[in-house]
């Protein structure tokens, strides 16, 4: 692992992930973060060698993406990946998808993970030696600007729900 943030996955995006708006639809912007996941996951050392050695894994337990900007037919896409924080259970990571030609955010996601025991199903600590790796990775990244948006909510007032026309 490096100071560098993980640029790992690239793509083009093909006719099948076009919608009839003509943009790439949403639950593919969701299915490029998770295979960037998924290789950001091998990176950092807890992919499938991890869970093969160490009968342990991660699953997502909260989710969230901002949509910034539509995607079309034919655009070079990549996500950048990033560690952003690390407890001895949770791991909390964010992933910048960019049209890589046009240079532009199309999407922010963050999610959190959960260490997990695979014999037992239940949350469990991290082994200490990947978490001394995990942390030093946060370190390192620690003085990057974080991504705009990270930690964004949902919210639509309470007086909006239901209200007359």
């Not at 909390?92 to 037992?120: C, I, K, M, P």
């Not at 001394?132 to 946060?138: D, G, H, I, N």
Request: proline fraction near 4%; include cysteine; charge should be neutral.
């Amino acid at each position: 692992m490096a100071d560098t943030l993980f640029r790992g996955y690239r793509a083009v995006v093909v006719p099948e992930w076009i919608d009839i708006n003509d943009h790439m639809n949403a639950r593919f912007y969701a299915s490029v973060i998770y295979d960037a996941h998924v290789l950001f996951t091998d990176h950092i050392g807890l992919g499938e060698a991890y869970v093969a050695a160490r009968h342990c894994g991660k699953v997502v337990v909260e989710s969230h993406m901002v949509y910034e900007r539509e995607l079309r037919l034919g655009d070079e896409i990549g996500v950048t990946s990033r560690l952003l924080a690390v407890d001895d259970k949770r791991m909390h990571f964010a992933h910048e998808l960019t049209n890589l030609r046009q240079g532009y955010r199309a999407a922010l996601a963050e999610q959190l993970d959960l260490h997990v025991d695979l014999g037992s199903r239940r949350a469990a600590p991290l082994p200490a030696d990947i978490h001394q790796r995990l942390v030093a990775l946060v370190r390192s990244q620690a003085s990057m600007p974080l991504p705009a948006k990270l930690g964004r909510a949902l919210h639509l007032p309470v007086t909006s729900r239901c209200a007359p026309r």
